[in-house]
T-cell receptor
């Protein structure tokens, strides 16, 4: 399967614990995005990478959130000291970006990681 | 502030009819507008993109219009089928591929047999 994959698919944790999610993008895509989605809402942008560089962070990304893409391939999203308000679906997406000469942002999403904070 | 509005209520359509979904935006000047489909528990799937200089775009049973004066896009599914039941999300795109997308809340479409 050459689509975007995410691991784990589900995570249940207790408030105050740290969690880490992984995203493997489509191999030739140099851009990788993280979104958060709560019930009844559209995905909300968190951050994005071009290769290994983190180029933009949303105001939604508090100090407890950190994302990395160390080799420009897979990415991790860590949430420290989780709170009940962090419960959501965390979606990863990738796109081709500038390398292909595109100027629009068609994104390919993974299946998401559903986080429940008790 | 930028705002995207989609039909807030679920849309119930009889099989075989045309479903029309609305996306209105304010305080945006998007170069493109994208439509995605999302099934329960899954990530969104890209369907169509329309550019600001295009009035209409078609793909099989799907048709999208883009009116930059009205600041509105309409998404049509003709000859609708129960398998078309899903949530449909619109995302105005400023272009340049520099930013993450901002999505509307989505419209939940139900096609009844």
């Amino acid at each position: 399967d050459t689509g975007v994959s995410q691991d784990p698919r589900h995570k249940i944790t207790k408030r105050g614990q740290n969690v880490t999610f992984r995203c493997d993008p489509i191999s030739e895509h140099n851009r990788l995005y993280w979104y958060r989605q709560t019930l009844g809402q559209g995905p909300e942008f968190l951050t994005y990478f071009q290769n290994e560089a983190q180029l933009e962070k949303s105001r939604l990304l508090s100090d407890r959130f950190s994302a990395e893409r160390p080799k420009g391939s897979f990415s991790t999203l860590e949430i420290q000291r989780t709170e009940q308000g962090d419960s959501a679906m965390y979606l990863c997406a990738s796109s081709l970006g500038w390398a292909s000469g595109r100027t629009y942002n068609e994104q390919f999403f993974g299946p998401g990681t559903r986080l429940t904070v008790l | 502030s930028q705002k995207i509005e989609q039909n807030s209520e679920a849309l119930n359509i009889q099989e075989g009819k045309t479903a029309t979904l609305t996306c209105n935006y304010t305080n945006y000047s998007p170069a493109y507008l994208q439509w995605y489909r999302q099934d329960p528990g899954r990530g969104p799937v890209f369907l169509l993109l329309i550019r600001e200089n295009e009035k209409e775009k078609r793909k099989e049973r799907l048709k999208v219009t883009f009116d930059t004066t009205l600041k509105q896009s309409l998404f049509h599914i003709t000859a609708s089928q129960p398998a078309d039941s899903a949530t449909y999300l619109c995302a105005p795109d400023s272009g340049g591929g520099a930013d993450g997308l901002t999505f509307g809340k989505g419209t939940h479409l139900i096609i009844q047999p």
